[in-house]
Nanobody, 114 residues
Framework: VQLVESGGGLVQPGGSQRLSCVAS????????MGWYRQVPGNQRELVAT???????AIAPTVKGRFTISRDNAKNTVYLQMNSLKTEDTAVYYC?????????WGQGTQVTVSS
């Protein structure tokens, strides 16, 4: 499974940004896709995930500001980030979990700064 992220970059506080991740390879019908993020020196943390059936898990720190969605036909997951804060600055990693295996994208930097 290969995951390719797009989006990211520099955005001002209060702004919005959208991340996309396309999965290719052996994608099974039942999987979880989503996003984690990591700041240097800290552990990678959950941002949001969604199953193929639409069940979601969202970190309390982003709930109400970030929205996860996916297009199963395109094996693509999106993260719409609104009302961004400086503390959202991190490398965001796309994640796919299936058959007890975890796959990661290369990561995309999101920097929230004025």
């Amino acid at each position: 499974v290969q995951l390719v992220e797009s989006g990211g970059g520099l955005v001002q506080p209060g702004g919005s940004q959208r991340l996309s991740c396309v999965a290719s390879g052996s994608i099974f019908r039942g999987n979880v896709m989503g996003w984690y993020r990591q700041v240097p020196g800290n552990q990678r943390e959950l941002v949001a995930t969604m199953t193929t059936g639409g069940s979601t898990a969202i970190a309390p720190t982003v709930k109400g500001r970030f929205t996860i969605s996916r297009d199963n036909a395109k094996n693509t997951v999106y993260l719409q980030m609104n009302s961004l804060k400086t503390e959202d600055t991190a490398v965001y990693y796309c994640y796919c979990g299936q058959n007890s295996s975890a796959y990661w994208g290369q990561g995309t930097q999101v920097t929230v700064s004025s």
